[in-house]
């Protein structure tokens, strides 16, 4: 009788610090990921601003390119010819 009161002794034993341990696991893991969320979040708003600015970047040169460099620069760089004639469908 002592054996087996002993033996279910080391089984809820057991059973209890197993239960302790991956409490503690939990714990650990879930403020792990609650780091992670934070970091995330700060990389996310980092990552907008940059978009952001390279959206305003690309805006203020696409503005200060004028058409006539556009066209300029496809004559001397990519050797396309200006239209020899010019025909307009009037609809």
């Known amino acids: 009788m002592l054996s087996h009161l002993s033996i279910k002794t080391k089984i809820n034993a057991m059973l209890g610090i197993s239960i302790v341990v991956l409490s503690m696991y939990t714990i650990v893991w879930n403020f792990d990921m609650r ?31 004028s058409g006539e460099a556009i066209k300029n620069k496809a004559i001397n760089t990519l050797k396309m010819m200006p239209p020899r004639s010019i025909e307009q469908i009037l609809l």
Do not use: F, G, P
Not at 52 to 63: D, G, V, Y
């Open 35 to 65: 780091t992670l969320y934070l970091k995330q979040d700060r990389v996310e708003v980092e990552y907008n601003k940059t978009m952001a600015l390279n959206k305003q970047l690309l805006t203020e040169h696409s503005k200060k390119i």
